[in-house]
């Protein structure tokens, strides 16, 4: 006997494309346009699966959720928004949804949740709806498809304590997605710590992180608290953990394993419970094989990996952080602004090298420094070439050069680092990242000729040999 399929939405349209691909897919279906026909039929032991939409005339679909769940634990719910926001992702999750699907949903997608919601065990009992008095501020803006992603991961991890690794360009956002996992997750009200790794100098990341003991080192006078202290019930966030030596990563290691350290200058071990999210802009795989980072300390941090795109491969969402950040300011005391559609058109087409952060700078200083009320697409571009180092930006069509996406990797790096500056050693460091691919793609162009590839990249061949050696580069010859 097939599943019946429940489907609520008070939009015909989307009843009637519903009903007819479910029933192609051999599946009974019953709709309405109410949530209080819904409920009846739930309460009457109908169906093996809800398909419900949030909004609808007489209720909330998400408050039916802990409802259906309460009166029958083994139906699964499946949630359908048009309001595609974090909130409502993590909301249909912690309420009990088995899945959530942002309007408008691809039809095989959503048969293939179907499909897995019917397969599925037997869910686990509710443990609480989540739910607040009031609406949420949102940490993070915007709808488009790469967003909705980032959306539904958080809002599934909120409910683990699985350690993240956030990767992503300087400005993206990372430290709000480390928030939104922290204040919407169990550990709320558990405190947030967050480290810098890029910020602090080599010799007192130890302290910084574990603490130390009074005399533990000179101008140690008193005994200090480190970030797993401090964060001890709650999460702590570290922040460019590609820039941290690999003496502290050492140690880090032995914390994520035994779950407790030692402080500076200590000798009694202090056990902590804290949850684990980290980030980088770096890529932490180049830096294994260069053997600046631990490659088992990188498989212990990146349980869930998340990646936060830039700015640039999610422009649909410019004009709805454009006015966040315009109705922020006007709540921080700065003048009210509006944007006409020829600036949000400017805005659109720029490539924002330091992504979500310098589209917020230029907002809070269009708020402080133009008199008119409404901008136009003048002073946006007047803005956005006083911003430029004067790197032309790529005519659309056109391929990037290496000299833009080196200077726009570069931009987004520095200003990654707000007001402060990168660790000592960022010639070397950058150099390391540009050399290897270039010799390895060298090799593979010459099909492992050392002495053709010498001469190619103007090197002597000792010389060659010797990156080759110091980078572990695999040279295989006659490829291609």
């Known amino acids: 006997m097939s599943a019946t399929i429940l489907v609520a939405d008070d939009d015909r349209s989307i009843r009637t494309v519903l009903g007819q691909a479910l029933t192609r ?6 709709t ?12 009457d032991g109908e169906g093996d699966l809800v398909i419900t939409d949030v909004v609808m005339p ?4 998400l408050d039916l959720v802990p409802r259906i769940r309460r009166v029958r634990p083994d139906l699964r719910v499946v949630v359908m928004s048009a309001q595609s926001t974090l909130t409502t992702a993590v909301k249909a999750t912690q309420r009990g949804a088995f899945e959530y699907l942002p309007k408008p949903f691809d039809l095989n997608e959503l048969l ?3 499909g897995r919601a019917l397969a599925a065990s037997p869910a686990a009992p509710e443990a609480g709806d989540g739910d607040q008095a009031e609406e949420e501020k949102l940490p993070l803006v915007g709808r488009s498809a790469a967003m909705q992603d980032i959306y539904r991961t958080v809002a599934r991890v909120t ?5 993240v690794m956030i990767t992503g360009e300087s400005g993206t956002g990372k430290e709000l997605v480390a928030r939104a996992l922290h204040d919407y997750g169990a550990r709320r009200a558990g405190p947030f710590v967050a480290i810098n790794m890029a910020a602090i100098p080599r010799e007192l990341i130890e302290s910084e992180l574990f603490g130390h003991e009074r005399g533990a080192f000179t101008g140690a006078h008193n005994r200090a608290q480190g970030r797993f202290e401090q964060a001890n019930g709650g999460t702590l966030f570290l922040d460019e953990i590609g820039d941290m030596p690999p003496e502290a990563q050492t140690r880090l290691l032995r914390v994520l394993q035994e779950g407790e350290f030692t402080s500076v200058g200590g000798r009694t071990p202090v056990r902590v419970n804290v949850r684990i999210v980290a980030a980088t802009h770096r890529d932490l795989r180049a830096l294994i094989r260069q053997g600046l980072f631990r490659e088992d300390l990188f498989y212990r941090l990146n349980v869930v ?3 936060l795109p830039p700015l640039r491969e999610r422009n649909e969402d410019i004009a709805a952080l454009a006015r966040h950040f315009l109705s922020v300011n006007r709540q921080k005391g700065l003048p009210a602004k509006t944007l006409d559609q020829p600036a949000l058109d400017r805005l659109g087409a720029y490539r924002w090298p330091g992504n979500v952060r310098e589209l917020e700078n230029l907002m809070r200083r269009l708020a402080a420094l133009y008199p008119q009320e409404t901008i136009g697409e003048d002073v946006i571009a007047t ?5 430029s180092t004067g790197m032309p930006e790529p005519q659309a069509g056109e391929p990037e050069t290496l000299a833009q996406a080196v200077e726009r990797h570069l931009r987004a790096y520095f200003a990654g680092h707000k007001d402060g500056l990168p660790s000592p050693g960022v010639h070397d460091r950058i150099l390391q990242e540009i050399e290897r691919p270039l010799i390895q793609l060298t090799l593979t162009a010459t099909r492992g000729n050392q002495i053709r590839a010498a001469h190619v990249l103007g090197l002597n061949r000792n010389t060659l040999r010797k990156k080759i050696r110091e980078l572990e580069i695999p ?5 291609g």
């Open 25 to 30: 897919s051999g599946y009974q279906v019953r």
């Open 32 to 43: 309405t346009g109410t949530a209080a026909t819904l409920w009846r039929w739930v309460e």
């Open 58 to 61: 007489d209720e909330n679909g």
């Open 112 to 114: 293939a949740v179907v």
């Open 159 to 163: 409910a683990t304590d699985l350690t």
């Open 305 to 307: 990996p998340i990646r």
């Open 383 to 387: 803005e956005l070439a006083e911003t």
């Open 475 to 479: 040279v295989v010859r006659g490829l």
